[in-house]
Every structure is written in structure tokens, then in C-alpha cells.
């Protein structure tokens, strides 16, 4: 039998793949087996979830073109980026990009909420924090829904809030 | 701790000790961990990776946990002893290839190993020989919990731990367990059974042996999943997956072994003649025959070999393993010559 990938080596591997549900059968060649090896461990049929935000995205084609090249302020990547490379740029790239990332998320884990472990740390943070990500949560819902005034509200609360933590660093 | 005297060692994973470890080689635990404020590695640049490396570096020597860990850099390593990390599984091949910024810390035991700037900031795993999840857990949990104080961790409340792929949010926690299935590959039943288990949220991969072969009759399981679920209930999840293929596995070695006991005998005995006595032998080869032998020593036809020295063959017959051994560079045929020598004589006793 001849490698399915490159048609030109004996097949010597034997695999049998499952990617979202999928099952299939793979017969291939040392070389060809030493790249997808490498693949799988990266891809993780993210790109076929990536595909489908397109079509997401494209329903929203405005709000997201503007969306689409806000930088994250702590790393620089754009949505776009991530689109690209299947990869996010730092943690606070979540939060930029929270109204791309929820859906996905969904989409992904069929959940967004972690019911996990807490850092330490971040425990006693978050305590504090929550009500930030809270009005976060609802910032984007007011933009979702078009409740601009509300949204203007919320961004208000947000700043200051984020204001008086900053405060407190120093 | 010197590469070197790992050749002496049998890795935790590999002991063939623990809960229904006839059927299930390994079980590990990997946890994603990124530091807040800092890019992950793919969008880092040179300096900050290095910034990250040195903080994460700074931050492991303050934890008791990792007291008795070497921290290797990869740029400071040579191939072949990079290779020989990855064949222990203590690396992915992905790590090993490419070296800027990148560490990877192993404990003496070789229970614990964590990658520096791999995928995410900080990946560690804990692997434990047999179907032991809960163990590789707790201590993973301890470890994770020693370091988040030493250093600040990327999280939300509500998606969890953020890692650069948006699959591994949440608990950053993926569990996998390795099976040997082969009564399920011989009696045809495996596609049955995968096809079962795809229709879950698991995945399914070969173990790759030679750092790329899909080693037969070897199946890893684990969770696709990472956020909703909590670290237990993903556990949970798995282990009910696992005891149901362990379940079948046990029936078909029963229907293989009452039925067709001729035929399985022989080619076990068959197997072990051709691992005793070949002269040349390849990686595929060695890989298939082993696991007829352990088959049959689980089965209870092999009397005289025991599955740790089966395991540990597994190993040692891997390419850098044997260079390691004859510490030099071998090509493939000479390679192949060493595989046969050694496994003769670890057969032939
Ligand atoms: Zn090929
Ligand atoms: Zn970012």
C-alpha cells in the first residue's frame, strides 16, 4: 500500500484519527508520519472552528471589520492575527477580544463559565475583581444588543473602577 | 542530574506497577500555564522570551516542590539528548525542535516534567505508571499550587486559566491514559470501540514511538474538553471511559484466549523466538512482537518475563536510547544491528 498523503512512499504507519467525532483511517509513510505528528499536536481541528467563525463573523461584517483591527493593548495581535495563526497573543488578549472569544469558547467547550481550581492568588484578586468582569460581561451584551447608552454607562464604571486599582498598586 | 544516569533508571510510567496495569500503561495529567502580562511564546519576541524564561526560572527555584528538578535549557542541549527526553516522554518532539527560550525541568524520579516556553509559558505534566489518575492529580495540584505563589498566573473568573490556543482554556487540563489493546485490535473490535469513544468529547491518537511511529496495539485516550467541567469531573469522565474499554479489552482477551488459544500461543511464542534470536531488527518490528510478549504475559503464557522489563524495552530500543547506550552516533543499520543485540540480551536470561 502506498502513503494516503504523499502517494509515493510504502505506507508503514497505521492510524486511525478522530478529530471532532470524525473517525478515519490513515495509511502513510514514515516522513509523512513525522509531519503529522507534529500537526495534530498543533491543529486539534481548531482551524475547522476558526472556518466556521468566518461565516459568523461575515453576519456581523461591520461591527467586525472595525472589531477586527483593535490591538491588544498588552501584546499588539489583532483578531485578525489570531485568525491567522490559530494562536492568542497574552492573557489580556481574551479580554480584548471577548466578544469574538465567547461564542468560540461555546463553540469549543460547549460551555464559558470555569467551575475549576482558582489560582491562589488570582482568589483573592478576583474577589475584587469580579465586579470589573462583570460589568465587562455586560458591556459587550449592551453592544451586542445596540444599547449604546448603556454601553457608554458601563464603560464609565469600568474606567473607574480600573482607576482606583491602579491607585492602590501604587 | 546527569542525562546520562537516566539510562539507569526506570521511569515512574513505565514500572508496570499500579491499578489494572495489564491493560493501561500510563496515566498523566498536563496543566497549561501562562504568566499575566507577558506574550505567549509563538508571539514573543526574542528578548521577552528570554524575560519569561528567566522569570519562570527565577520563580521554580523558590519552590520546594521542585527541589530536586534540573531546569535544561534546550539551547544548551545537543540533539541527541533532546531526543532522548522525548522518547521518555519527559518532551513533545514539537519542544525539542526548536530552542529559543526554551527549557524543560525534570525531576529525579521522572514523575514531574515541565516545559518552558513550549506552547504556553509553562506546561507541566505527572505521570503515573497504571490507571491512576487521581494520584498523577494530586500531585500535579500540589505542584500548580506551589508555583501560582511564586508567580502571577493569566486567569479569568469565568474562562479560567487563558492559554495561546483557546481548546486548552479553563483548567488548562488535558488527562490522557495509554492503553494496550491488542485482544480488541486482533478480534477486529477497535473500530467498534473508537468510533464509541469519538462520539464523546475524547480523542484517540497512536503513541509515537521513534518520535513519530504509530506504535500498534497503543492507544492514548484524553479529554477534549478543558472548560465547564471542573479538574474532578473531567477526571471522572475519563475514568468512566477508560473502565468501560478496560472491560472490553478483558473480553476479548477471555473469547481470544478460550477460542483460539492455539493460534494466540503460537504467535506469542513465534514473537519471543524472533525477538530472542533476530540479528536485525527495526523499531516497527520490535514495537509489534513486544507487545504479542506482553499480551502474553499478561495472559499468563510468558512466564519468565515480567512487564517492566517489556516496558523498559519499549524504551531503550528507541533510536536515541541506543546512541545514548553506545554513546555515539549510529546510523539506522547499525541501529537496527544494536536493537537486536540488546533485546537478546535482555530476553535471554
Ligand atoms: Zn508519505
Ligand atoms: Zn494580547
Same mark, same amino acid.
Given at each position: ?170 | ?144 499550587? $506551589?508555583?501560582?505563589? %511564586? #508567580?502571577? =498566573? ?5 474562562? +479560567?486559566?487563558? @492559554?495561546?490556543?483557546?481548546? /486548552? ?25 473508537? $468510533?464509541?469513544?469519538? %462520539? #464523546?468529547? =475524547? ?5 509515537? +514511538?521513534?518520535? @513519530?511511529?504509530?506504535?500498534? /496495539? ?132
Amino acid at each position: 500500500m502506498l502513503c494516503n498523503i504523499c502517494n509515493k512512499n510504502p505506507a508503514t504507519v497505521h492510524l486511525t484519527e478522530i478529530i471532532d467525532g470524525q473517525m478515519s483511517e490513515l495509511h502513510i509513510c514514515e516522513d509523512c508520519a513525522r509531519k503529522k505528528s507534529q500537526a495534530m499536536e498543533q491543529q486539534f481541528g481548531l482551524s475547522d472552528l476558526l472556518a466556521g467563525m468566518a461565516d459568523f463573523d461575515k453576519t456581523k461584517s461591520e461591527a467586525s471589520a472595525i472589531g477586527m483591527s483593535v490591538k491588544c493593548p498588552i501584546c499588539g495581535l489583532t483578531y485578525a492575527d489570531f485568525k491567522k495563526i490559530g494562536r492568542l497573543g497574552c492573557g489580556e488578549c481574551y479580554n480584548t477580544f471577548r466578544k469574538y472569544l465567547g461564542p468560540l469558547l461555546k463553540r469549543i467547550h460547549g460551555s464559558t463559565q470555569h467551575t475549576g481550581k482558582f489560582p491562589a492568588k488570582a482568589a483573592k484578586v478576583s474577589r475584587k475583581r469580579t465586579g470589573i468582569q462583570e460589568l465587562r460581561i455586560r458591556l459587550s451584551k449592551a453592544i451586542e444588543s445596540e444599547a449604546f447608552e448603556e454601553a457608554a454607562k458601563i464603560r464609565d464604571q469600568i474606567k473607574e473602577l480600573e482607576n482606583k486599582e491602579l491607585k492602590k498598586k501604587e | 542530574m546527569e542525562i546520562r544516569n537516566l539510562l539507569n533508571h526506570t521511569s515512574e510510567w513505565l514500572k508496570g506497577s499500579g491499578p489494572n496495569s495489564d491493560i493501561v500503561i500510563s496515566s498523566r495529567i498536563r496543566l497549561a500555564r501562562n504568566l499575566s502580562n507577558a506574550s505567549f511564546p509563538h508571539w514573543a519576541s526574542k528578548k521577552q522570551g528570554e524575560e519569561t524564561l528567566d522569570k519562570i526560572k527565577e520563580g521554580f527555584s523558590k519552590v520546594d516542590y521542585l527541589k530536586n528538578t534540573t531546569f535544561l535549557e534546550l539551547a544548551k542541549m545537543d540533539s541527541l539528548d533532546k531526543q532522548f527526553l522525548v522518547e521518555r516522554h519527559l518532551m513533545s518532539l514539537d519542544h525539542a525542535q526548536k530552542t529559543n527560550s526554551k527549557a524543560v525541568v525534570v525531576d529525579d524520579e521522572e514523575i514531574v516534567s515541565i516545559m518552558v516556553n513550549e506552547e504556553d509559558h509553562i506546561r507541566m505534566q505527572v505521570m503515573q505508571s497504571g490507571f491512576n489518575l487521581y494520584e498523577a492529580w494530586n500531585i500535579i495540584n500540589k505542584i500548580d499550587e $506551589a508555583i501560582a505563589e %511564586k #508567580l502571577d =498566573f493569566a486567569f479569568l473568573s469565568d474562562w +479560567g486559566y487563558l @492559554t495561546a490556543c483557546p481548546t /486548552n482554556a479553563g483548567t488548562g487540563m488535558r488527562g490522557s491514559v495509554m492503553l494496550h489493546l491488542p485482544a480488541l485490535v486482533m478480534s477486529q473490535a477497535i473500530d467498534r470501540v473508537l $468510533a464509541a469513544i469519538a %462520539k #464523546l468529547s =475524547f480523542t484517540t491518537r497512536g503513541l509515537y +514511538g521513534e518520535g @513519530t511511529q504509530a506504535m500498534g /496495539n497503543f492507544f492514548q485516550i484524553s479529554n477534549q474538553i478543558s472548560l465547564g467541567p471542573s479538574e474532578n469531573e473531567i477526571i471522572e469522565s475519563i475514568n468512566g471511559l477508560i473502565r468501560q474499554i478496560i472491560e472490553q479489552e478483558i473480553q476479548a482477551r477471555e473469547v481470544l484466549s478460550s477460542k483460539n488459544s492455539p493460534l494466540l500461543e503460537d504467535r506469542i511464542n513465534r514473537s519471543l523466538g524472533i525477538l530472542r534470536s533476530a540479528r536485525i531488527i527495526t523499531s516497527q518490528e520490535t514495537t509489534e512482537l513486544l507487545s504479542m510478549v506482553r499480551l502474553g504475559s499478561d495472559l499468563g503464557m510468558v512466564k519468565d518475563i515480567d512487564r517492566r522489563r517489556i516496558n523498559e524495552l519499549f524504551i531503550v530500543t528507541q533510536p536515541a536510547h541506543l546512541q545514548k547506550i553506545e554513546d555515539k552516533k549510529l546510523s539506522s543499520q547499525e541501529r537496527d544491528i544494536k536493537r537486536a543485540q540488546i533485546i537478546r540480551e535482555k530476553l535471554n536470561i
